[in-house]
Every structure is written in C-alpha cells, then in structure tokens.
C-alpha cells in the first residue's frame, strides 16, 4: 500500500509541476511567435509572397516538393513554380556567410527543428544559392539567382517572365 | 624560275597563313558549332519522339587531352578523395594500346546510354531507369546503394558515392549511398544547351564530339553517323548504345 501512494504522490507531484509549465511554454509561443523564420528574398506576386497561399504552403509543401520532384527527375519537367532550387534560392540568402541546413537559422532548418522533423533533402541537394557556370537558357525558366559572370542581356520575352514572378516589383 | 618559286612560297604562306585565320575564327572558344533545335517548353515531358546521342571521334582525341573530364568534374563538383579507386567518375579516359605496333590511342569512356540499358533491368527499386528521350539515369530519392547496376555495367560507367558531400551543384544532387553515373548533362539538355563535356571539348577546338538527336535525320549527328563508319563498344551485347566511336 506505502507502495502505491508513493507512486501516486510522485504521478500527482509530477504532474503539479510539469502542467503549470505547459501553460508557461504555450504562453510563451504566443508572445515569440514560434521558430524564427527568415524572409523570402522576393515575393511570388503583388498578392501572394510565396508560390500558393501561405497557409498552404505551410502545410502541404512537401506534397507540391514531391510531385515536383517526380515530374523533374523522370519526365524532365522543369517548371520554376514549384522546384526545390528557387525554395533555396528565394528563401536562404545568396551570401558567403549563409547558414548552411543543419544551422537553426537556416529557412528549413528552423521549422524543422521546431517541429522535430527531420529531413534528409540536403544530404544531396544544395542547401543554399550556388552560382556557378551553368546558365540555363531563362526562356525555359531559369535561375535568375544563378546567373554569375558576365550579365547576358534580356530577350524579348523575358522581362516578362520576370514581371509574372515580381522579380522586377523589387 | 628561282623569284617564281619564291613569290609560290610566300602565297603559300599567305594562303595558308589565312586559311588558319579563318579555322580559328570559325572555331573560336564558346561558340558552338551545332546547335541543339529541340525546343521543349519547360512544362512539357520529354518524349520518346528524341533519342539523344554523342559520336566521339577518337582520331581527334590527343593523347593526355582531358578537357571533357575536367569539364565534368567541375559541372557536376565531382570532387576525389584521393581514392582512384572508389572516387566518383562520370567520364573518364582509356587508352587502348595495340600490342603489335605499340600504337596508342586515348577515348573518352562514359556512360553509353543505350537502348536496352542492363543497370535498369537489374535495378530491384526501380531506381536506375530510361527517360523517353534515351537518357539513362539514377534516381537518387528511390536507390538503396546495392550497386546491382554498377555490377550489370558492361561499360564500368557508374560510381557509388562513399563519402558525405558537401557543397552539391542545384541542378546535380549526389549524396552518399546513392550509385551515380553521367546524365548526359540532363539540365542543360532540358535547356537546349550542349552536355558539359561536349562543349569544353568544342571551345578547346578539339571537336571531338557531338551531341544531338539520333532520330532526326537532319541533325549534325544523324548526318555524321550516316557519313562515317562508326562503331559501338561491345556491339555484340546488342544494347544499342547512344555513344558511338569513330577510329576504333
């Protein structure tokens, strides 16, 4: 019987102190606003700062990032919309001193870290803009934060595609 | 007669001397000499109405030239960690010495990208396969590293990755775990845009290779496999490679 009251009074003490922190760390999330996420580089359109709504993204952008995925990877399909490179090349710094993504500042990592998930995408894919000697024709949808060297001048139809992503809103 | 022959020498010379002007104009570095006509909205998927090919011209290959193996490494960042053996090779050099007159000559060896490649029948995830327009590729998100395929390679074209990589290319993820091997420079094939290795070879005015679409009969390619005799390594395999030779 001392047994059992010991273990329930060591539940009951347990739970008076772990439950008053509870409220404290749910209060504290509303005054820090959860992880610290770093700003977009630019916004997708006047309306809309990313590629679908926030709270979309926010929720489901691993199922656009895995489509997007397949597609690219068996069908060739390289549209920019939802590629995991302009992710990395909009929302993480161009900057030699970027945090890389096993850094709490990196975009990724921030969320990732706060929701203790983790993902294995930069084992393989670049976890920051890299520029470097391939410069894809931009008609086909290129990197604009890719270009280095030499500026190429614009084609015809390019400040166009600039103006639908609100590259030129900047 | 000797002031004639004189006045012969120094046309000669002037010729000869405007004829190398001329090549070298023709051929000067970053301009590519056959442009690759296939325009595909970057929506669109690719289709099996392409089959991309290359065709090395090994008599044009110096021996010790290694200019498409560098281009590689750099595209691709393929970096070594001083293990001949097991680092990553997408591209690399062979020399092929004729025992009876000692003759050497040096071919570049990638992967052949054939019709009927053996490292996708092998492949148990389906992770090694065939895009329609004939490139032949590894996807990385579903290998497991068993490295079935580098075993099926007739060619010994694909590496494994042993090593954590840092500072990958966007457009070329490799990670450890994962077997790799060419892509045909598969991003800038989707972007109109000649492989890496094709272009550092044109731009050092060696033009050893060409790039293009087999199935268009008009293409540079098609029209210099038509023109020339040409061969494919282990012929006898009837894998029906997209890499042909020409001098071997």
Known sequence: MLKYSLITLIFSLLLGVYTPGMAADASSDENTSGPFIPKAQRRYSDTQGCVEPTDEMRTNHMEYILDQRDATVHEGIRTKQYSLTECINCHVSAAPDAPHADSEKHFCNSCHTYAGVTIDCFQCHADRPVKSRFQPLSKNGGHPVNTAGAPVALTAEQPQVLANEGIGNE | MSEESNIDIYRRRFLSGTATAAAGLAVSPGVLLTEVAHAKPADEAVTSAVRWGMLIDTNKCNNGCNDCVTACNEEHNLEGFGRPTTDAQWIRTVDLKDKQTGNVQTLPMLCQHCEHPPCVDVCPTGASFKRDDGIVLVDKHICIGCRYCMMACPYKARSFVHETLHDQMPYSPRGKGTVESCTFCVHRVDEDMQPAC????????????????????????????????SRQIRADLELNTGVRYRGI
């Open chain 2, 198 to 229: 094709v272009e550092a070879c044109s731009a050092n005015d060696h033009n050893a290779m060409t790039f293009g679409d087999m199935n268009d009969p008009d293409s540079s390619l098609s029209q210099q496999l038509k023109q020339y005799s």
